[in-house]
């Protein structure tokens, strides 16, 4: 799905036409698209993370992380999955009205988790504005009983405590805070997360919700070889982060599509050069990397995991047979390392 045809996707995906759009702000070069959506509940089967029900009040993301795997997602809207993405956001004016008509008629919502920013942040700067994420929240308050996710790298998230503390009560609700950059490694997370706020940020938020009771977990993802993915670095975040009250820690390796692999490359070029050989290797067979030098990376997480005292299975794991943790060789950082861990599973 990473190529599709636009005019398809429009349909499958309750797109209004680009036709029914029209511009409705400027604000820090970022220019605001409203537009009207047929849903905004997207089933999601056959893909990487499946068996869940896909919402996203807004397309587009001013965060405008290096990596983001969602920037093919203008191309439904005939758009440029490049700086575009992040440049010029679309905001599904009517998502309220289309979520609760959603919840009535999507057939098997109830026995699947309904998550919110599997493809951009819920609660970007724009949520501030125009408080759709808050209002489509909202519309779950009279029911109960249902599976609930939120992923997000914005502390706005805590504005809206008071609902997601009810909703808590009467849902299985489940935060992830997005992070995959320890304290130590705030000056390339700066780099390849312009618009995000530091590691440090994302710990207070997930301290402020878990000692409200509200059930919320770290997200490391993504883990980038060679740039924060060393044990040393893993270990620090997973232990913070616990410290600040997260149940569970996930992650997931950097995934490369399509629309992701050029900007990306660019950012290595220019940032890291010296990792570049390898991921015209690593990559070289498909969106992921390639699977021995992927579990390594996952290993280190394990091994992260369990050292702050998770010794259970990342509940986002692909299979679910444990895996033996077994020790990890690392190269050798080289001398006067770029930003970066200078250490990689990438040989």
């Known amino acids: 799905m990473d ?20 511009e409705i702000g400027i604000r820090a070069g970022v220019t605001f698209v409203g537009i009207q959506a047929h849903s905004v ?3 999601v089967h056959g893909t990487r993370l499946s068996g869940f029900c896909s919402v996203n009040p807004y397309r587009g993301c001013e965060h405008a992380c290096a990596y983001c795997y969602a920037r093919y997602t203008h191309e439904f809207l005939d758009r ?49 504005r125009f408080h759709l994420t808050e209002r489509m929240l ?15 790298k914005s502390p706005l998230i805590e504005r809206d405590l008071d609902l997601l503390r009810e909703l808590s009560r009467r ?32 710990l207070q938020t997930i301290a402020r919700f878990a000692e409200a009771g509200v059930r919320v977990g770290l997200l490391c993802a993504p883990l980038i070889p060679g740039i924060n993915d060393s044990q040393e670095a893993l270990r620090s975040l997973c232990g913070r982060a616990r ?27 220019r940032h890291r050069p010296d ?35 998770l010794t259970g299975l990342m509940h986002r794991r692909r299979d679910d047979a444990p895996r033996e943790v077994t020790a990890l060789e690392e190269l050798e950082p080289p001398e ?12």
């Not at 995959?180 to 000056?187: P, Q």
């Not at 410290?243 to 070029?269: M, N, Y």
Request: hydrophobic residues 35%; glycine residues 8%.
């Open 3 to 22: 190529s599709p045809d636009s005019s398809g996707a429009q349909k499958a995906f309750g797109f209004a036409p680009p036709s029914d759009s029209a």
């Open 41 to 43: 509940v997207n089933k």
């Open 80 to 128: 440029k999955p490049g700086e575009e993405f992040e440049r010029r956001v679309y905001v599904k004016l009517n998502a309220p009205e289309a979520f609760a008509r959603d919840l009535r008629r999507t057939r098997g919502i109830s026995q699947s988790q309904i998550l919110f920013g599997s493809a951009t942040d819920p609660y970007q700067p724009a949520e501030a």
């Open 138 to 152: 909202a519309r779950l308050l009279p029911m109960k009983g249902l599976s609930i996710g939120i992923v997000t």
């Open 171 to 202: 849902h299985d609700l489940e935060l992830l805070i997005s992070c995959a950059f320890s304290e130590e490694e705030v000056r390339i997370q700066r780099l390849l997360e312009p618009r995000v706020v530091s590691p440090a940020r994302r």
């Open 243 to 269: 410290e600040a009250g997260a149940f569970d820690i996930s992650g997931q390796v950097l995934f490369l599509g399509r629309a992701t692999r050029e900007p990306f490359f660019q950012w290595l070029q």
């Open 275 to 309: 990792l570049m050989d390898g991921y015209r290797r690593g990559y070289a067979g498909g969106l992921e990397l390639r699977e021995d030098w992927r579990h390594i990376v996952e290993e280190r997480l394990l091994n992260a995991r369990m050292a702050c005292g």
């Open 336 to 347: 006067s390392p770029p930003p970066g861990n200078g250490k990689s599973c990438l040989p």
